[in-house]
T-cell receptor
Framework: AQRVTQPEKLLSVFKGAPVELKCNYS??????LFWYVQYSRQRLQLLLR??SRESIKGFTADLNKGETSFHLKKPFAQEEDSAMYYC??????????????FGQGTILTVHP | DARVTQTPRHKVTEMGQEVTMRCQPI?????VFWYRQTMMQGLELLAY????????DSGMPKDRFSAEMPDATLATLKIQPSEPRDSAVYFC???????????FGQGTRLTVV
């Protein structure tokens, strides 16, 4: 069974500080992982995906298969980064192809 | 600007009543997901469909929840009878398998009193 775990429900940092949102996963195959973000009064939307190896709004995430982790990082947090962040995993094959599973979410607050 | 549309946005109902939530996926998307958002569990997958066929509804309490896609432009989630513990925000999302990005609706906030 696929599973995504985000151990921190709340994370607070000050503006300009580094931030890391943790995500661990459990999946028997080769995972495809994502980070989604929900800003206040907006829809949940895709932030980045590991296969793209891109930096979005200064955020990056590296897939570590040895540690089964996909932590989201940003070197200098901004107040506009305050939001709910979800880590997600999609089943890329088999009978559950396309099944998209999310973690519990982390609320990030960046203080001025 | 194509978007997933959910109705109603808010619903307050009494325990024991039937609740129906509706979702209009983005035209052309053949995969539809239903999620329940709570503080404790985060986003729980209730069910998902591909080409209107249910692929997995193992996350859904079968005795009271049901999900259907009467046609490609409508997905429904029903709760009968509703209970206070069903109070949550319910999200619908749609996408295409090869794209893998899911596009979310604004959610239905359900309160069962």
């Amino acid at each position: 069974a696929q599973r995504v775990t985000q151990p921190e429900k709340l994370l607070s940092v000050f503006k300009g500080a580094p931030v890391e949102l943790k995500c661990n996963y459990s999946y028997s195959g080769s995972p495809e992982l994502f980070w989604y973000v929900q800003y206040s009064r907006q829809r949940l939307q895709l932030l980045l995906r590991h296969i793209s190896r891109e930096s979005i709004k200064g955020f990056t995430a590296d897939l570590n298969k040895g540690e089964t982790s996909f932590h989201l990082k940003k070197p200098f947090a901004q107040e506009e980064d305050s939001a709910m962040y979800y880590c997600a995993l999609i089943n890329a094959g088999g009978t559950s192809y396309g099944k998209l599973t999310f973690g519990q979410g982390t609320i990030l607050t960046v203080h001025p | 600007d194509a978007r997933v549309t959910q109705t109603p946005r808010h619903k307050v109902t009494e325990m024991g009543q039937e609740v129906t939530m509706r979702c209009q996926p983005i035209l052309g998307h053949n995969t539809v997901f239903w999620y329940r958002q709570t503080m404790m569990q985060g986003l729980e997958l209730l069910a998902y469909f591909r080409n209107r066929a249910p692929l997995d509804d193992s996350g859904m309490p079968k005795d009271r929840f049901s999900a259907e896609m009467p046609d490609a432009t409508l997905a429904t989630l029903k709760i009968q009878p509703s209970e206070p513990r069903d109070s949550a925000v319910y999200f619908c999302a749609s996408g295409l398998p090869r794209n893998t990005e899911a596009f979310f609706g604004q959610g239905t906030r359900l309160t069962v009193v």
